[in-house]
């Protein structure tokens, strides 16, 4: 299996991008893991919010293949325990999915032709996190999902 996730928007600051790269470079170990880089849709002044939410819509749907299961980190998703965001995983990889997508939406979310698409929804937290922190604690999270798979010491209980 291979595991994607796939943004909208490049992250910006250093200290991010440096601590998303130490935990790419540790699951490696386990998994074919990518971040997949959608551009921000730009002169987005005379669009609504639904029609911005359409166009991202539009952009994350090229990027998606037949077959793909699609995960949302959306505020009004499933919450899981880490071990239990474990378990997902490994159900997920016991029945043979090739490609897990797990997708960040825009500022203002998505639209309902992407939720028409995904297979569920998760989210980290009842609280918003900005779009480009969501993604350093979505791959620490991937990284101790695994560690919790194998039975290794980084996550405590």
Known sequence: MKIILLVVGKTNEKFLTEAISIFEKRLKHYISFQIEVIPELKNTKHLSIGQQKEKEAELILKQ??????VILLDEKGTSYTSKGFADLLEKKMSIGIKRLV?????????????????????SFSKMTFSHQLIRLIFVEQIYRAFTIMKGEPYHHE
């Open 64 to 69: 998606l293949q037949e077959g793909d299961d």
């Open 102 to 122: 797990f997708v960040v939406g825009g500022p203002y979310g998505f639209a309902p032709k992407m939720y028409e698409r995904a297979q569920e929804k998760i």
